[in-house]
């Protein structure tokens, strides 16, 4: 898409719990903008607590879209996102209004904002590979990985079943590495992107405060009522930060405060990832989650 008549979309990006949702909103009401969800998790119907999900009344009036849109059974699609974003996007901006992406996962933010065409899928490939992830586990597929595309196994954790099958699956489809099939960046919209982040121990702090709230805010109860729904059987749902804990600690697996170390343990290891990824990024200006200023600073970036 050319850059003539594309609208300029605001972004705020950044690891859990640095403070992205309070200046979304902030500038929001001062630019008149509306929020265009950009965390995975929040994608997923009923998945509230265990995400931080905004309730209506926390929305401040600041119209969300793109929030509560997948069953809990749904594998995340990050083409269909985009697409769904991208119109969410072009009909915010024409209202006359300015389109806010916000949120931490990283590659759904690049799949809007950049020209990003997915490579596509084989079912039969990708049955095959998931019976063998069923079989054999993550760890001989990461192997796999690892001698065809070293630098994809460096990115994708080896725990991570669902992104090593799709590295494998486009291997298989492209003939190259997983990493090649990735374009160069070619903006899609002119963009400000602003990064909230905070100091690791402050950072490390909210995070475990977020997590005991989470468990007070009755996240098990709201997992078991998940779970008639096909929550143990969503490859991506079921695998979330705090959901995978809960649904131990349901199971009799873990006690709570297992279930709440390992949340911790687990989501500060997220947050080292999404720095990693979203650093690499020079057109993102970091600002000081914690900065009186913030509000401020974050509007003189959007002139």
């Known amino acids: 898409m050319p850059f003539a008549g594309a609208p300029r979309v ?13 200046l979304s909103l902030a500038l929001a009401h001062e630019l008149g903008g509306e929020v265009v969800n950009a965390d995975s998790m929040q994608l997923y119907r009923g998945m509230d607590i265990g995400t931080a999900k905004l309730s209506p009344s926390e929305r401040e009036g600041v119209p969300h879209h793109l929030l ?26 024409a209202r006359g209004r300015v389109p806010l992406l916000v949120g931490g996962s990283g590659l759904y933010v690049r799949a809007v904002l950049e020209e990003f065409d997915f490579p596509g899928t084989d079912p ?9 992830l069923a079989h054999a ?9 690892r001698s065809r595309d070293p630098v994809a196994a460096e990115k994708i954790l080896p725990s991570n079943g669902r992104r090593i099958v799709r590295a494998l699956e486009v291997i298989e ?9 990735l374009p160069s960046p070619t903006p899609h919209y002119p963009s400000v992107q602003i990064g909230v982040d905070r100091e690791v121990a402050e950072l490390d702090e909210r995070i475990a405060l977020r997590v005991d ?12 009522s998940l779970i008639p729904y096909g929550l143990r059987d969503g490859r991506t749902a079921s695998r979330a930060l705090g959901y995978q ?10 006690t709570e405060e297992e279930a709440k170390a390992d949340t911790v343990r687990g989501t500060r290891r997220f947050v080292r990832r999404q720095r990693s990824w979203f650093r690499r990024d020079p057109s993102i200006t970091w600002l000081d989650g914690a900065a ?3 509000l401020a600073d974050a509007l003189a970036l959007t002139e």
């Not at 605001?10 to 309070?22: E, F, R």
């Not at 509560?68 to 901006?93: C, K, M, N, S």
């Not at 039969?124 to 063998?132: D, F, G, N």
């Open 173 to 181: 489809l492209t003939g190259l590495p997983f990493t090649a099939a």
């Open 292 to 294: 009186p200023t913030l």
């Open 10 to 22: 605001i972004t705020v990006v950044g690891p859990t719990a640095a403070g992205k949702s309070a």
């Open 245 to 254: 804990q809960a649904l131990a600690e349901i199971d009799g697996r873990a």
């Open 213 to 224: 709230l989470m468990w007070a805010a009755g996240l098990l109860d709201e997992v078991r």
């Open 137 to 145: 586990g993550p760890s001989s597929l990461h192997d796999r990985l």
């Open 124 to 132: 039969q490939i990708r049955a095959r590979l998931e019976e063998e």
């Open 68 to 93: 509560d849109i997948w069953d809990v059974t749904f594998p995340a699609a990050v083409a269909e996102y985009q697409g769904l974003a991208r119109a969410a996007i072009d009909d915010i901006h």
